[in-house]
């Protein structure tokens, strides 16, 4: 994957406008994970809540694992933007934007709430809005835990189209290098060498920003819920 980054920048540097007929092939892998990502959050979700025997538990695991995410964010979002601040990466980048970009205002947190609850679950399921795909997961596996014995045809569906999901992943990810390349390229051949300092310090950015969140945050919540060392946590998980 990095050797088609670098390579599609390359050559889309030396090559130029021209480079930019191979556009639709990146544009193919962008779509391709599109497409998987709306059915693996749902089924997913749907089918972890689903699984819980002990409701109770749920809501006290439940409860522990929306704070833990709450600090989690709150914290990669502050590190995100010291490091952004520090770092600079887009300083000197300008790109080619046609019209003028308005900002909108910011919504109230009454109108944020009753945006996460979908007044149509399908509509949100083909538009790709998280927020309220996660909400119906959740509410729809709450359901299933609900009803009993009742629950087990929908769950077999959703394990069934949960690993048929994670096929088509590792399906899709096979063309990852051809849609790396295409669009590095593309990238390159736009800007051409204007493109390369703010792309690597966008890239130092997120990888240092990332090692921190990683090592650090998610090492001190392991360490002190869990009682795990996240050299060791890592190692286990490194094939998964």
Known sequence: MLIAMILGLIVGIIVGEPIMVIEPFGTAFVNLLKMCMVPIVFTSITLSVSQVEDFK???????????????????AAILGTVFVNIIQPGAGFSMNVEGTVEANEAPSVAEIFLGIIPTNPVQALASGDLLPILFFAIMLGVSLILIGEKKQPMVDVLQSGFDA??????????YAPIGVFSLMAVLGGEYGLETLLPLGKFFLTEYLVMTIQILVVYGLVLAIVAKINIFKFLFRVKDA
Do not use: N
């Open 165 to 174: 999901m994670l096929k088509m992943i590792s399906i899709c990810l096979k």
């Open 57 to 75: 538990e749920f809501g006290r695991v439940g409860g522990r694992m929306l704070l833990l995410f709450m600090i989690t964010t709150i914290c």
